[in-house]
């Protein structure tokens, strides 16, 4: 079984920042993608950025750009994403996802992390 555990969310004023943080555990042989994904209120969950095998990160959503910045450390089996200049709208819910293959002949599967809040005030 693989378990993903997320931290580091939290409240912050505009403009502040804050890191969160995903760590895989259990039984891996690899791990593919590392994926975070927010939930803002009233809306469906939303892909932000993918970090591929060589720590390549891709941001699928525009309005953090610049802003944000995901990262991964296969080492710890863990995932980051380094948020700065936040913003009101970028209150939610965060959640990362991890495609984790459990032995060199399995195929890979996806597993998502519980979710952690974060909260800007203006």
């Known amino acids: 079984q693989v378990q993903l555990v997320e931290s580091g969310g939290g409240s912050v004023q505009a403009g502040g920042s804050l890191t969160l943080s995903c760590t895989a555990s259990?039984?891996?042989?690899?791990?593919?993608?590392m994926v975070w994904y927010r939930q803002i209120p009233g809306t469906h969950r939303v892909r932000i950025a993918v970090?591929?095998?060589?720590?390549?990160?891709?941001y699928t959503d525009s309005s953090v750009e610049g802003r944000f910045t995901a990262s991964r450390d296969d080492t710890k089996k863990t995932t980051f994403l380094q948020m700065n200049n936040l913003r009101p709208e970028d209150t939610g819910i965060y959640s990362c996802?991890?495609?984790?293959?459990?032995?060199?002949?399995?195929?890979?599967?996806?597993?998502w992390g519980q979710g952690t809040q974060v909260t800007v005030s203006s």
């Open positions: 996802y991890m495609s984790v293959q459990t032995s060199s002949e399995s195929a890979l599967v996806g597993y």
């Open positions: 259990g039984m891996i042989f690899s791990i593919n993608a």
């Open positions: 970090i591929d095998t060589t720590g390549r990160a891709r």
